[in-house]
């Protein structure tokens, strides 16, 4: 017969001695057994071949509840605990201290689905606001937010426009034009319009700062420019971004893809149908573009509990 505690104890030997593992992961490994091992002493179980299945899933699903001595574990922790089980239970079938392996089915649960971030249309306009456009550089970056967040494009799709991409566009009337064509993930084409605000930023940056930012470099064809003449990079793109928010004083973690996910829960705060959202977003399928649907949800029962007298 095997003890838990003493397979712990040689699992986590094996841990420290054979494969090297760090102390941070040692530590981790040793409080998530040590907590399963008291779990299933308290059901009267102390043989390694008595744990079922069944068991480990039941202590799986324990540690979404408070505890006496603990709160509630995320998702993240829960998985973690669990792969610390299924590591043990293997190690011990693998040294021939147990006959069977009962945590081979038991999978972890699933990380929650994170939700995006999505500004508030007032932060937007701050942002927009906080952009200063007596220098090239301002004027560069003007265009840059508006075309971000009036396309929904991601930025690798921005930075990689070349100055013949939208040249005709901002040139012609608006009923003229046919919308800007981007390549995402997997080269895969799209269409989107291209609103009034930016095509007037882009006109502008165009006209009088790529000129001169352009005087810097050696003739690249790209649209957006840094202040030596080259390509603009994605990483000082989202330098802009970070600037610019912080200006607006906005404490919220922005990034190009928060202006995405604006853009994309704008929309339908606006009424758009999520299959259009999903044309525009470049989403191969229309499960993706869903996620921003809860979002809107959120905002809709927020504004139902702040402004309806019978909502408490």
């Avoid at 603990?70 to 669990?82: E, F, G, K, N, W």
């Avoid at 043990?88 to 972890?108: K, Y």
């Avoid at 508030?120 to 840059?144: E, K």
């Avoid at 700062?209 to 840094?226: D, E, S």
């Amino acid at each position: 017969m095997t003890t838990l505690t003493t397979l712990i104890g040689a699992y986590l030997d094996h841990l420290t001695v054979e494969r090297g593992v760090s102390r941070h992961t040692s530590s981790a490994y040793r409080r998530d057994l040590h907590r399963y091992a008291e779990w299933v002493a308290e059901r009267g179980i102390q043989d390694v071949d008595q744990v079922t299945p069944n068991l480990i899933s039941d202590y799986a699903m324990s540690l979404a509840e408070p505890g006496e001595d603990r709160p509630a574990l995320a998702r993240t922790s829960i998985a973690r605990a669990v792969v610390a089980v299924r590591s043990l239970h293997r190690f011990a079938v693998e040294e021939g201290l147990a006959t069977d392996d009962p945590a081979r089915t038991v999978q972890p649960p699933k990380p929650g689905q994170r939700l995006p971030k999505a500004l508030s249309l007032d932060q937007i306009q701050r942002m927009l606001n906080a952009v200063g456009t007596d220098t090239p550089l301002g004027t560069r970056d003007l265009a840059l937010l508006e075309l971000l967040y009036g396309t929904g494009a991601r930025i690798s799709e921005v930075v990689e426009l070349d100055v013949d991409d939208v040249s005709r566009l901002v040139a012609a009337a608006a009923e003229d034009h046919v919308g800007l064509r981007l390549f995402g993930k997997g080269s895969k084409e799209r269409i989107v319009p291209l609103g009034s605000y930016a095509r007037r930023a882009l006109e502008a940056y165009l006209v009088r700062a790529r000129p001169v930012l352009a005087a810097a470099g050696r003739g690249t064809p790209a649209l957006f420019l840094n202040a030596r003449g080259g390509r603009l990079s994605r990483q000082s793109a989202w330098s802009v971004l970070k600037s610019v928010a912080e200006r607006a004083g906005i404490e919220a973690t922005v990034s190009p893809h928060t202006l995405r996910h604006s853009f994309a829960t704008h929309l339908l705060d606006g009424g758009a149908d999520v299959r259009v959202v999903q044309e525009l977003l470049g989403h191969a399928s229309v499960t993706t573009t869903q996620i921003y649907t809860l979002v809107t949800v959120d905002h809709l029962r927020e504004v139902y509990l702040t402004s309806h007298p019978r909502a408490y």
